[in-house]
């Protein structure tokens, strides 16, 4: 009798919502399409039982305006991460796990001191008011640039929307950024549509050596400004009836190899 096929269970995936969080449906669609098991969760239910974060390989911060950006991007829920969920967080971490925060997210990836990582508890970098002075909604191109993290499997150029008002990554002195760029932590920068460093709207916010993305020393929790969430189906992109369909969304990638990672864990 042949031997019974091994099932393969599907890594799950915590994203975590609370007021203001509006991209958890969309960031939810996206682990799923790509076969991943996924829960919502609002942070008071983790508050009250921290140790659940334990079932999940992957935990995810989505987009949009956690308690309304009352005192800044991403800061009173990087805060309320910090002070009751710091000790669960960084244990999640060590313990080899994947960590996503898209836009908002990344905010508060960056004010909770997860990125840029590196053992300082401390904030190193901020995420701050675009130079435009205004709120940026439009298509970027991306180059991926760094393949240190599991989301990222090739150096490619992708092609993403933004849509943030305070998206300009700034580090806290140029030791700092030189060492985002030795240790290949900047995953994603701000491209022209032929590859090339360039200004405004190229770079949306005006963000430091164009950085779009960063990782920790690990390539284990990332956070980028563009939405990949956002460009998952290929009916997606904005100019699909005129230059064709592709089989995915540009984004997808980043979520299928974030799901094939976090099947070993």
């Not at 244990?91 to 796990?97: A, S, T």
């Not at 230059?243 to 984004?251: F, M, S, Y």
Request: glycine share 10%; proline share 6%; with cysteine.
């Amino acid at each position: 009798m042949a031997e019974a096929a091994t099932m393969v269970t599907a890594p799950r995936v915590l994203i975590l919502r609370t007021a203001g969080t509006n991209c958890d449906q969309e960031t939810k669609f996206a682990f799923e399409r790509a076969k991943a098991s996924v829960d919502l969760l609002h942070v008071n239910a983790l508050v009250a039982n921290p140790s659940q974060l334990n079932e999940y390989a992957i935990f995810v911060l989505p987009g949009g305006f956690s308690y309304g950006d009352d005192l800044g991007a991403g800061r009173v829920l990087a805060n309320e991460l910090k002070m009751k969920l710091g000790e669960t967080l960084q244990q999640f971490v060590e313990k080899g796990r994947l960590v996503l925060g898209i836009c908002n997210g990344f905010q508060v990836l960056v004010k909770t001191g997860l990125l840029p990582g590196g053992g300082e508890d401390q904030q190193r970098a901020t995420l701050t008011f675009n130079d435009s002075h205004r709120f940026e909604d439009r298509w970027v191109h991306l180059r991926i640039g760094s393949t240190l993290s599991p989301f990222f499997q090739e150096e490619d150029t992708i092609y993403l929307p933004v849509a943030h008002g305070e998206g300009k990554f700034v580090p806290r002195d140029d030791a700092m950024l030189q060492s985002l760029i030795d240790n290949k932590q900047i995953v994603a920068q701000y491209v022209d549509p032929e590859g090339n460093s360039a200004g405004y709207p190229h770079n949306p916010n005006g963000s430091t050596a164009d950085i779009a993305a960063i990782c920790d020393p690990t390539g284990r929790v990332l956070g980028m400004m563009p939405h990949p969430e956002r460009h998952v189906l290929p009916i997606q992109h904005p100019r699909w009836t005129r230059e064709g369909l592709k089989p995915d969304g540009d984004g997808a990638t980043l979520f299928l190899n974030a799901v094939n990672y976090a099947q070993g864990l």
